[in-house]
Structures are given as structure tokens and as C-alpha cells.
């Protein structure tokens, strides 16, 4: 499944300057976690403040083995026989934060999940890609602008069509995340996932600080918008990665500010690469609606609304899908109108219903849009909270309104043909922070 598929891939990069616990006795106590959505071994020793080495051992896992929903984790105990205390999670703010016992950091952790683990920043030698249900050298190559025969001779392979899933491949010109200047003592913390970045997709940034901070960032010529939360210790931010970024290192560069007023700076080089998008060429009968202006128009329009960050949010863990039809468009397909260049992209996923289909929301949140579009045709548009917004085009019908409050699930429209269509279906779109995201991202992943 492409949730499946997405979820391999993810990657993590953290660099933890609190001081570990202590090595556990083989015959420690224990306690139960459940995995949430989203989770691996690293974001979870990163809750109880242990190594995620210690976690595998525990539990008999390697530090490669993906986790699954549900599945339960045993968490050693500390040396006293008291259980660690996880980092809050929960949509409301805690005081809970990461602590540590020594004055002077240790020496940071470089976690490059789930392909392998360094210690005292020393980074892997290769970025390494794992091969997906479906995937060959040619569509992994796509991703990374490289032949199948640079794929090939990088990884000694004999046989370029010899590939198997969970396959661990050497990527050649990738780099890897790196820290531009040493960390602030007062930052605990550092995350930033997946891995790579990739055009079209949501990545995750955090931060914990000692004490309450405030905190701003930029990349990509972005100003991020930072979520903070436990008691202003932690810090989230969730980045869209604009379509036709090109293949380059970008820098991330955050501002940190005490009370006092007083600077810290964090900044890190992190590697974009391409989204391996295909190419499709479609007819549109109505060359009118093909006019540049009348897309850019649209477009602002939708990126003003979408620009609005709501410090609440309405949802929690993933999103659900908005109809039980089949797909038959995905995002990020680059696109050639009646012969144009391939310089468009599709900006969301189809749904191949008939008329009349119901369409639902896919999270809960507030309506902010109910129009109909030129291109777009009947639309609505909902605020999530935290710079989300979700976007339901081609509408027979919309059953709401301006300024509703809707619940995930909720009937919303049904699904039509208006706008610039070539038949019924829905089209659905993800917007982070003014910026199209791949939908099927967040249904397939928790956020943050």
C-alpha cells in the first residue's frame, strides 16, 4: 500500500543533548507502550529519555524493524524502579519537558532511521534509500535526478531488475543532514524528519528547550510557522516543501529568544530532492480555463485563505479519506494541457465518483470557503488549525456554509463535474501554511 510504502521511508535525524539514562539491568522492571500512528523506536526513546538501542533490546527488535499501530512496547524501568515518564503528546499543553541531570550536555546522538545509527555526530557514509512494494531502479531514480546505471554501479548490483522489498540501496550525491553551528546548551532537543525532504511532501521539524523560549525559522524563503506547546518548551514546525524546489541543500536556520531577550541561533543544511513525479498529457475542450492568469488568480485566492495560522488544532493523529471512490489522479503529476510544456502540476487526488457522491470532511475543523471557482469549480475550503486546510473541488453540490463548524466525516458536498473538468470525480487538496502538500501524506502519517 502507499501507506506502507510512505512509512518505510520515513526517516528521522535527532540530535539529543540530554544525558541518557543509565544502562538498564537485565532483570528491570518494565512498563507498557502503545505505538501510535507515525511512531518508530527513536521518537519513542526519545519519550522516556532513553536510547532507542535500549528500546530495541527490550523488545528483541532491530533498530531497521518498522512498528505498527497498536503494537506494544516494553519501556525499562530506571535503575530506582520507577517508570520514565513519557513527553507529553496530547493536543493540550503539559508542563512535562525533558530534563537533564548534568550541567554540561553529552555528546549528541545522530539517529538516521530506520537504515542505521551514529554516535558523537559522526553521519552515516551514505544516505540509503529502502526499496517500496512496486518500485524499480528507474522510478527510485526519478526521486534522486539519477540514472539506473549510477544507481547500479553505486550499490555493485549485477542485475539492475533484481530488487526487493525492504532492499537497502546506496543513494550517490545525496547528503545528509548537518549541523552548521554547535547547538545552544539550553536546547535538549533537535528533530527533524524525515531524513531528505521531498518536493510536494510535509516534513517535521521540533524543538525542545530548557526553558521556555520563543522561537522563529525560515527556509526555503518561508517563514515557518511554529507551534509551541508544553508550557512554551516545545516547539513544532510543519513544513511544506514547494513543488519544483530543485535538488539542492537549503539552509534551515532558527531563532531562539529567553525572556530576557537574549539570541540563540540553531541552523542546519538539509538536503531537497525531486518527488519522481510522472507525466500526463490531457485534453481540455475549453481551452479558456487553460489561461495562466485565470490559474494564478485562483490561486491567490486559495493561498490567502490557506496563509492564515490558527494556533489551535481541530484534529488529531491522520486524516481521513473524503470519498469511498476509486482514485485515479495522484499529486504531484506533472501535467501538459492540448500540447503545452509540462510546467503544471496536479495539486491533488481524485476521486472517479458519480454525481451525486457523497464527499466528506476529512478532519474537523471550520468552513472559511464556499465559492464557486473558475477552475475549481464548486468549492469548499476548511481551516484544521496549525496552518492546515483541506480543499473539496468540482462540487454538484456544497451542504455547508461559511463560517460552519464541521466534524470529521461530517456530509459536506457532493461530488460534480464544475469548473474545468473533463468528468464527475472529486478533487481534493492539502494545503500547509499557504503551500499545496501531497494529501495522502497526512492520511497516511500522524502529524506532527
Known sequence: MKGQMRCVMSCLVAWLLTAQASAQTADAALTLHVVQRGENLFRIALQYDLFAEQLAQANGLLLTDSLLPGQRLLIPLGTDGAAPTPMPT???????????????????????????????????????????????????????????????RANDMDDPNLLSVGQQLAVPGIKLPSLTR?????????????????????????????????????????????????????????????????????????????????????????????????????????????AREIEAAEIAQLAEIASVFKPERAWEGSLRLPATDNMNAYFGTLRSYNGSPFDRYHSGVDFAGPTGAAVRAAAAGEVKLVERLQIRG???????????????????????????????????????????????????????????????????????
Not at 106 to 119: E, G, K, L, T
Not at 259 to 278: D, E, H, K, T, W
Request: hydrophobic share 40%; glycine share 8%.
Open 182 to 290: 554547535a547547538l545552544p546548551g539550553d536546547v535538549l532537543a533537535f528533530t527533524v524528519d524525515p531524513l531528505v525532504f521531498k518536493e510536494g511532501q510535509t516534513a517535521r521539524i521540533e524543538l525542545w528547550t530548557r526553558d521556555a523560549m520563543t522561537v522563529t525559522g525560515t527556509f526555503i524563503e518561508q517563514d515557518l510557522q511554529v507551534i509551541t506547546r508544553e508550557s512554551g518548551k516545545r516547539h513544532n514546525m510543519l513544513v511544506g516543501i514547494p513543488m519544483f524546489t530543485p535538488t539542492a541543500m537549503y539552509p534551515l536556520e532558527l531563532t531562539i529568544a529567553d525572556a530576557n531577550g537574549n539570541v540563540r541561533l540553531v541552523s542546519a543544511n538539509i538536503q531537497v530532492i525531486s518527488g519522481g513525479y510522472f507525466r500526463q498529457s490531457l485534453t481540455i475542450n475549453d481551452s479558456v480555463l487553460l
Open 90 to 152: 496530547a493536543i493540550s499543553d503539559s508542563t512535562a519537558a525533558p530534563t537533564s541531570s548534568l550541567d554540561t550536555p553529552s555528546p549528541p546522538i545522530v539517529a538516521n532511521a530506520p537504515h542505521s545509527f551514529a554516535r558523537n555526530g559522526e553521519m552515516p557514509e551514505a544516505y540509503l534509500h529502502t526499496v517500496a512494494a512496486g518500485e524499480t531502479l528507474f522510478v527510485i531514480g526519478l526521486q534522486y535526478n539519477l540514472t539506473v546505471d549510477t544507481i547500479a
Open 378 to 448: 464548486n468549492t469548499v475550503m476548511i481551516d484544521h488549525g496549525w496552518g492546515i486546510y483541506s480543499l473539496y473541488a468540482h462540487l454538484n453540490e456544497a451542504h455547508t456554509q461559511v463560517g460552519a463548524q464541521v466534524a470529521a466525516g461530517e456530509l459536506i458536498g457532493t461530488i460534480g463535474s464544475t469548473g474545468r473538468s473533463t468528468g464527475p470525480h472529486l478533487h481534493w487538496e492539502v494545503w500547509v501554511s499557504g503551500l499545496h502538500v501531497d494529501p495522502l501524506q497526512w492520511v497516511d502519517e500522524a502529524f506532527p
